[in-house]
């Protein structure tokens, strides 16, 4: 059982990773660059001067392979993380307290599932995004709001969905070593 808890403890520390990861550089970006008056010149007439709305859409193009590269190691480590809990479940390789291993496999299970629906929701949303920067660079600004806006209402479930992942994954790794190891002689048995 030992290799397979250590397999789990590193994907779900290299989940948290990935999403922690993607949200510190969006923050940096989205937070820095529409600030900086950044010029784009492919794109300058389209946004007729506002270095805010053109930071952001600089922001969004140079983040858009970070936030695929975060996705699919999220994908790998869940599929790891799920694999590996299933494994101990039926092993019996959860011999900690009751509480701390109801709450890890919660957190995990729901994790996996608020994954699975970014997943499924994703092609959608970045469909709009890249309706949206090819808008932009056609100069069509009715297509780009449109577009836009339609994005954005994505975006925020989205965004709200990443935000909880990375808590419930935090949850599991903190979880984790109570739900494996037993307690104190009898602690176990009688939490149950």
């Known amino acids: 059982m030992r290799p397979t808890a250590t397999l789990l403890s590193v994907a779900l520390a290299c989940w948290f990773a990935a999403i ?18 950044i010029r784009v010149p492919a794109v300058e007439a389209f946004f007729e001067g506002d270095s805010t709305e053109m930071g952001r859409w600089a922001a969004g193009r140079m983040l858009a392979p970070v936030f695929t590269a975060s996705d699919w190691v999220q994908f790998t480590m869940a599929a790891a993380t799920v694999t590996c809990t299933v494994r101990l479940v039926r092993c019996g390789g959860f ?7 109801v709450a890890f496999i919660a957190c995990v299970a729901a994790a996996a599932a608020l994954l699975a629906w970014r997943a ?3 092609p959608a949303m970045n469909a709009e995004l890249f309706a949206y920067w090819k808008a932009v660079e056609d100069g069509e600004r009715e297509a780009a709001t449109t577009a836009r806006a339609t994005f954005d209402g994505m975006h925020r479930a ?5 935000r909880v992942t990375l808590f419930l994954v935090l949850g599991a790794l903190v979880a984790l070593p109570a739900a494996l ?12």
């Not at 923050?27 to 008056?37: N, Y």
């Open 20 to 37: 922690a990861a993607a949200g510190a550089a969006a923050m940096a970006a989205f937070a820095s660059l529409p600030r900086m008056g």
């Open 95 to 101: 011999r900690g307290m009751r509480a701390f291993r």
């Open 120 to 122: 499924w929701t994703a």
């Open 158 to 162: 989205a965004d709200a969905a990443f």
């Open 181 to 192: 190891v037993p307690g104190p002689a009898g602690t176990a048995a009688r939490a149950d």
